[in-house]
């Protein structure tokens, strides 16, 4: 199977990021993850995040970045991103509003248009991370994540799938890595069961078909996979991210 880089979601770990950014960015190394997606700086410069990676042979893959950051400062946040050396930016997050049906959705559209225009220009490109609410029907019957890719405003925008969400969403992960070949650089590759409520597990642990969606990823032209837990209920954080890369890369060396 064609082996893809990993990397690690900073949320994931993200109480022992912000005790110890340097400590946990050289444990996420020496577990084999040759990247990270940030959430947020941990109270650090561009500069000192830049130089904490290269120490560590580590690339800063994307990072996910509120939609009122761009619109705050957008200049400002290119910049800094850029000097971290991000390839990708991604919104992690809509509020209802702004989202397909919502007052603001009109609005929005007009904004990612013009974000993701400035990131192409600075070199970057910009994602959108998915949940489940943006599997809800359109009047048409289709799903309004598919409507939202569709329209022009966001020719430019690309998918962050994750792949737990599209799952609990009603979804066929599989089925979705091949709709958005060639639009989903970095795969968000998330597992969970199903108990009172969707509870997030190290990946290999739950409902996510790990071989077949890691195999298609590869198909549909994904730069990376990012390993992503935003809670853990069983287990520690630190322990979960190596249990999840284990698997990842058992699964690619068959």
């Not at 082996?3 to 949320?11: D, E, G, N, S």
């Not at 994931?12 to 997606?37: I, Q």
């Not at 000192?48 to 957008?74: N, T, W």
């Not at 997030?200 to 390993?227: M, N, T, Y």
Request: charged share 30%.
């Amino acid at each position: 199977m064609e082996k893809l880089p990993i990397a690690a979601q900073v949320y994931s770990v993200r109480e022992e990021a912000a005790a110890d950014f340097d400590g946990t960015m050289a444990g996420l190394s020496r577990m084999g993850y040759e990247g990270v997606e940030l959430a947020g700086l941990y109270g650090k410069s561009p500069r000192e995040i830049r130089a904490c990676l290269d120490k560590y042979g580590m690339q800063a893959v994307s990072a996910h970045i509120p939609l009122d950051e761009f619109l705050k400062d957008l200049d400002g946040t290119l910049k800094a991103y850029s000097e971290i050396g991000c390839r990708f930016l991604a919104v992690p997050w809509l509020d209802s509003e702004k989202w397909y049906g919502g007052s603001g959705y009109e609005g929005l559209l007009d904004s990612i248009s013009e974000i993701a225009e400035r990131c192409r220009q600075a070199g970057i490109q910009l994602l959108y991370h998915n949940h489940t609410f943006e599997f809800e029907k359109t009047p048409e019957g289709g799903f309004q994540l598919d409507a939202f890719y569709e329209d022009p405003r966001t020719v430019q925008l690309a998918a962050e799938l994750d792949l737990c969400w599209v799952k609990v969403g009603g979804a066929d992960p599989v089925e979705y890595l091949n709709k958005y070949s060639g639009r989903c650089p970095v795969v968000h590759v998330k597992d969970f069961v199903r108990e009172d409520e969707v509870t997030l597990v190290a990946v290999g642990d739950g409902e996510l078909e790990v071989e077949a969606v890691i195999r298609q990823a590869a198909k549909s032209h994904a730069g990376w996979l990012v390993v992503e837990q935003d809670d853990h209920k069983y287990g520690n954080p630190m322990e979960n991210m190596k249990k999840s890369i284990d698997c990842i890369r058992s699964i690619m060396e068959k």
